[in-house]
């Protein structure tokens, strides 16, 4: 069975950082990138940012909103994608979603349930 | 960065209603673009994929048609467990781009 999920969340303080981690399981993590959703309280969803591959070169690339603070990286032995949250700021406060893409046919189709991160002082 | 623009941003309907929800792309797309439904607590779903594909296990009442840089999604006859939230992707540039959303109630 497929399954992507999200965990890591919390509540933090601005200015402190957090990791989240999305655990893949039930296909080959090596043969997708992986993106990272969020969705704040009352908003839609909104892109994070995704990182590619090794065969791709595990190019990496970020919404212009957390650009410089925000770091996605991944763990093949452990089909572990990280979203490393620097600085963070209260309008972070959403849930993070992670997602499989980058094979044709194979993308955005398995979510998981989001993990929350509220920055409040 | 393309914008999506997504209407109506909220729809009142009833059950057997047929149901129509359009995301126009600023530029060309292609047909990269998937339609998810959200609901609160639960992992978003991918109902329609590249446009008009309907995802393994999804029911044919969903359908999804593109008409240049106009996209439309579709429930044929609604059914009690469609009232959710339903978004269009872009995801044929970075950034990827969403529309605002369509709310779907009774």
């Known amino acids: 069975e497929i399954q992507m999920v999200e965990s890591g969340g919390g509540s933090v303080q601005p200015g402190t950082s957090l990791r989240l981690s999305c655990t893949a399981s039930?296909?080959?993590?090596?043969?997708?990138?992986v993106s990272w959703f969020r969705q704040a309280p009352g908003k839609g969803l909104e892109w994070v940012g995704f990182?590619?591959?090794?065969?791709?070169?595990?190019?990496?690339d970020y919404a212009a909103s957390v650009k410089g603070r925000f770091t996605i990286s991944r763990d093949y032995s452990k089909n572990i994608a990280y979203l490393q949250m620097d600085s963070l700021k209260i309008e972070d406060t959403a849930v993070y979603y992670c997602t499989r893409e980058g094979v044709p046919g194979f993308e955005f189709d398995y979510w998981g349930q989001g993990t929350l991160v509220t920055v409040s002082s | 960065d393309i914008q999506m623009t997504q209407s109506p941003s909220s729809l009142s309907a009833s059950i057997g209603d047929r149901v129509t929800i359009t995301c126009r792309a600023s530029q060309d797309i292609s047909n990269f673009l998937n339609w998810f439904q959200l609901k609160p607590g639960k992992a978003p779903k991918l109902l329609i994929y590249h446009t008009s594909n309907l995802e393994t296990g999804v029911p044919s009442r969903f359908g999804g048609s593109r008409s240049g840089t106009d996209f439309t999604f579709t429930i044929s006859s609604l059914q009690p467990e469609d009232f959710a939230t339903y978004y269009c992707l872009q995801y044929e540039k970075v950034p990827y781009t969403l529309g605002q959303g369509t709310r779907l109630e009774i």
């Open positions: 039930g296909f080959r993590f090596s043969d997708h990138a």
């Open positions: 990182i590619r591959t090794t065969n791709e070169g595990e190019g990496r």
